[in-house]
């Protein structure tokens, strides 16, 4: 369902890796416990993950508000009514996600000139669709792919 939602930007899409994966020293070794585990290899992306999910994951017993997941592409996805038909990191791509931004009330105008020399353009796209995702659960409208885990 959610592959089909970003078309041709399914392969932006990958699963959390098993916890032996994230908690392993190399990438070479959470390939190696991943492929144990029955889940196949594990992308570099998904690795240099870890240490954010192990911060959430260690978090979550104290937290004081919901924790959501949310795919940034799949989001977009939803602000255009149909998938990015630019990859995030080419002009088109940043073109097209900043004036879906634009037209959901998301200006990236100001954004700090610290962060701005600090962050990748597609990363501060991804945050932004992130905070669209946000509000939009905030006020009750968003969709919830959780479904097509279980």
Request: aromatic share 6%; hydrophobic share 45%; with cysteine.
């Amino acid at each position: 369902m959610v592959r089909a939602a970003l078309g041709a930007r399914r392969n932006s899409l990958f699963f959390t890796p098993v916890r032996a994966a994230i908690e392993a020293a190399t990438h070479a070794d959470a390939s190696a416990a991943s492929i144990a585990a029955g889940a196949g290899g594990i992308s570099q992306q998904a690795y240099r993950l870890g240490p954010k999910i192990l911060e959430v994951a260690a978090w979550l017993p104290s937290a004081q508000c919901p924790v959501k997941e949310v795919h940034p592409e799949l989001s977009f996805s939803v602000m255009l009514g149909h998938p990015a038909v630019y990859a995030k990191t080419t002009w088109g791509g940043i073109d097209e996600r900043t004036r879906a931004l634009s037209d959901q009330g998301i200006e990236l105008d100001d954004v700090d000139e610290d962060a701005a020399r600090r962050a990748a353009p597609d990363d501060v796209l991804d945050a932004a669709a992130c905070a669209w995702t946000a509000r939009r659960l905030a006020d009750g409208t968003a969709q919830s792919f959780v479904d097509i885990w279980a």
